[in-house]
């Protein structure tokens, strides 16, 4: 879960940081495919607010059933070893191995995840939106400032 979750964030580490320079790249990909990777290209701020949502949701029920899970084998005592099993579990499986990863392997990685990627943004629309509407709030606060 951790693992198939920030491969998801792979695309704002290496792809995304190209935007739209490279979709030319891609034509060995299907166009439909072309299309949709184009879309996600050009919405670059919702499919980062949106790879940002789905990682925290990941990361916060992680921490939370490995803290279920200590908590019922050692009593109290399983939050702090809980704390520090997930905590490495995330910097390791959930961070460098990923990452480390798709910057090796960056185009199959598009080719593999970007309909999934599509489908998180779809489900996470609404919440992306309250996120623009706070951020537009914001500019407008620094502006006036």
Do not use: C
């Not at 792979?10 to 935007?19: A, G, P, S, T, W």
């Not at 891609?26 to 919702?46: G, M, Q, R």
């Not at 399983?78 to 990863?101: C, H, N, Q, S």
């Not at 798709?102 to 199959?108: G, R, S, T, Y």
């Amino acid at each position: 879960m951790l693992f198939r979750q920030k491969i998801n964030f792979f695309n704002d580490l290496k792809f995304f940081q190209n935007r739209l320079q490279n979709i030319s790249t891609l034509s060995w990909f299907h166009p439909k495919n072309v299309i949709v990777v184009t879309k996600l290209a050009e919405k670059y701020d919702n499919t980062l607010s949106g790879l940002l949502i789905s990682n925290n949701i990941v990361n916060t029920l992680s921490a939370s059933l490995i803290t279920v899970v200590f908590t019922a084998i050692l009593g109290e005592g399983g939050v702090g070893v809980a704390t520090a099993v997930i905590t490495v579990l995330l910097v390791v499986f959930g961070e460098v191995l990923p990452k480390t990863f798709a910057a090796n392997n960056a185009e199959k990685l598009i080719k593999i995840t970007q309909k999934p990627l599509h489908i998180i943004m779809l489900i996470l629309a609404p919440f992306i939106k309250i996120l623009e509407i706070i951020y537009a709030g914001k500019i407008v606060v620094w502006t006036i400032s």
